[in-house]
């Protein structure tokens, strides 16, 4: 199913044009659950009307677009978040949903558990559950419509459906009421390429490198893929744009002509310059988004205010936020004030000792000050000692404390100037904040540019360095590679050339491997490898859930390549499951995707069609 048919606005307009009003409980109750964390996006869609039950799992974005573009679509009657989801992200929920008048519902972080949506999945009345007995079973069937391995996108399924269970109960005044879900699926945002996590490990547009030591917790970093080969960014704002552009491509033709046009003018001769002088000032650009996240949050540390500022040397020495000189006169005097404090106060202890009895002459006097307590008089704590004019107000082990008539003086007249420069300085940075936090629409729009920037400079430098040549779009689904070269495969090689003259379905990448099908129309790209089979399950169970998903989504404009199928099940599950999917491919006629197959019988290659 396409995205255009998951949106919910079509089915709402109204026939012939004409206005129909009607009832609230005439309206498709669409309730929608969301989920973000670690950059991802994890969604559950229920449609009554339907029974269907949607996951979608996605890359997002601080500015969460995604999640703008997923409300849009369905418009929600109702929606669930997590208790400790960010506040931006409620924000955006909270601003899309009002214009439809969406009920905001907030559930508890536990509800969000893998595990309670795995179990909350496979307890449901599913048409595949059909003939299933065992939750063994129902797992290996759900498998087939539902990508278990999406974590945020199964928690959101959970969540959800505990959710349905404890509202709907109550209004149906029964406890034993579940939710009526009799279909289950995989969906997509239709201006975005979907490309599962199995395909990114794949084709290697990922690669995690594990810390080599046992004994260190080290983290995980990028090793030889196609994101890393990519990465010429020179800000953190780029490098995670770009992250977001490789695995959450764009399908809009549009935007790609746009940086395609961006590209040949930094590659063109004349601009080379330009380009390796932007991008040694993109060196500087820090994250901003996240310290404005920081700020509207009254939690920005020193190091938020650093990356905004380069005058902060004496907030380096401090350790805290310090306002420069020059920035407010009564504050400057201040400071002029505390830094000329430590030899006012020796000279007012020196007026102390002039003072005392001759009897007292040789006692050590210093004048110190406590917050809350003020000035005070400090003398070594030696028995039975009272100093005339003076009240004790405290003492030590080592001394006593003295409030004298000069000491109040110097609490009336001087007061606590740190203490008054401290509120001095957080009411100028507070006013700092303030506006700067005016500006914030302007500040993230211009982060946005900069990062587009970073990375269309990377793209265009690693196209000089390694001579790539920019492809041309067209509208027919077929797409003509001549002399290609694999980028991962020449770092490996002497610069080999893959020879390939092939008219395939247009789509990001060409290969064959265990199981691929790709698609423009719906904008998916799929993948598994047989190096990747897990050893407590049969094998036949790991291939029959994905060339059923391969099966469902491909559609005319799709490749599908099924290579070395049937290896590792016996001969007569293998033709079966073999007839069976050429049948179904045979009798979509027109609608069949091309199709390539590769059958292995007791380790020979039996067919290819």
Known sequence: MSAEEDSRGEDREEQGGEAVQEDAQDIDQVHM?????????????????????????????????????????????????????????????????????SAIQIAPQRDFKYEYGKSRLIALSLGVYKFCVIDSDRESCLRSVVDLEAVQAVCCAGALLIHLHNHKAEDELCANWTAPVYSARMMHLKDYLHVDKETLHSLQILCNDIHPSTLVNGKAKEGLSLLNLMD???????????????????LKEQEITDRQISLRFFIGQENQELLLALQDQLRFVKDVPRVLARMRNSSASLSDWINLTTSVKKSKVRKR???????????????????????????????EVDDLPDSMEGLRISVVFFPQLGYLVASPNVANVAIPGMEMHFQTEEYVYWKSGRMRELDENVGDIWGKICDREFAIINRVREKLLEFDDQLIDTCKVTAALDCILGFAMIAIERNYCEPRIVQE????????RHPLCELCTDRTKLQWKKYISQASGFGVFHGTYWQLGAGKVM?????????ERPVLLQDLPSLSIYLKCS???????????????NATDGIAILAASIKELDNRKELCPRTVIKYIEGGKTIATA
């Open 555 to 569: 559609t005319s404009r799709s490749l599908l390549l099924i290579d070395e199928f049937g290896k590792g099940t």
């Open 321 to 351: 936020i310090s306002v420069a000189k020059g920035v407010d006169e009564e504050l400057d005097q201040d400071k002029r004030n505390y830094d000329s404090l430590g030899q006012f106060l020796e000279d007012v202890a020196q007026q």
């Open 527 to 535: 993948s598994e490898f047989s190096l990747e089979y897990k050893l």
């Open 33 to 101: 659950c969301l989920y973000f964390a670690s950059s991802v996006l994890g969604a559950a869609v229920f449609d009554e009307a339907r029974g269907e039950l949607s996951l979608l799992q996605t890359l997002e974005s601080d500015e969460f677009e995604s999640t703008t573009m997923l409300l849009e679509q369905w418009r929600p009657t109702s929606v669930v978040i997590c208790s400790k989801t960010s506040s931006r992200l409620e924000d955006v929920v909270k601003s899309s949903c009002s214009e439809w008048s």
């Open 477 to 484: 689904p077929v797409i003509y590679i001549e002399d290609g």
């Open 232 to 250: 010429n960014t020179r800000s953190i704002l780029g490098k995670k744009l770009l992250r977001m552009w490789i695995l959450r491509p764009i």
